[in-house]
């Protein structure tokens, strides 16, 4: 479990994959802001990014319904944090992509140093 209080943080950092595999995570390619805001039960990620061949891919992800497990680290923070998410949600915002990952917080945890 994450030691993060009740808020909302900025992300300097975020990597994904596919929630039932073991490979490595990959980096958001394009990421440009993020945000995580954590709950009393829920934790959500919204993050905007720009590579279109990313998000053809999340786009497939939240058409089957895969979920997705999220790596990220905080503005200013070196505590990297792992979020189990829901299937991604994916939107066009102008010359962008918003990514948004919902998840309970109480699986959420803290792991190595980034």
């Known amino acids: 479990m994450s030691s993060l209080s009740n808020g909302e ?6 990597q994904w994959r596919k929630r039932e ?3 490595s995570p990959r980096p958001l390619r394009g990421f440009t802001t993020g945000t995580l805001s954590v709950g009393r039960r ?3 990620v919204e993050a905007r990014f720009t590579d279109q061949t990313l998000s053809n891919r999340f786009s497939d992800l939240e058409e089957d319904g895969v979920a997705v497990t999220l790596q ?4 200013g923070e070196n ?12 939107e066009r915002a102008g010359a962008c992509y918003v990514l948004r990952v919902k998840g309970k917080s109480s699986a959420m945890k803290a792991v190595h140093p980034a």
């Open 79 to 90: 505590e990297v944090h792992l979020l189990p998410g829901r299937a991604p949600s994916l």
């Open 72 to 75: 990220v680290t905080l503005l």
């Open 21 to 23: 595999s073991d490979a």
């Open 42 to 44: 829920t934790t959500r």
């Open 9 to 14: 943080y900025m992300l300097s950092n975020i």
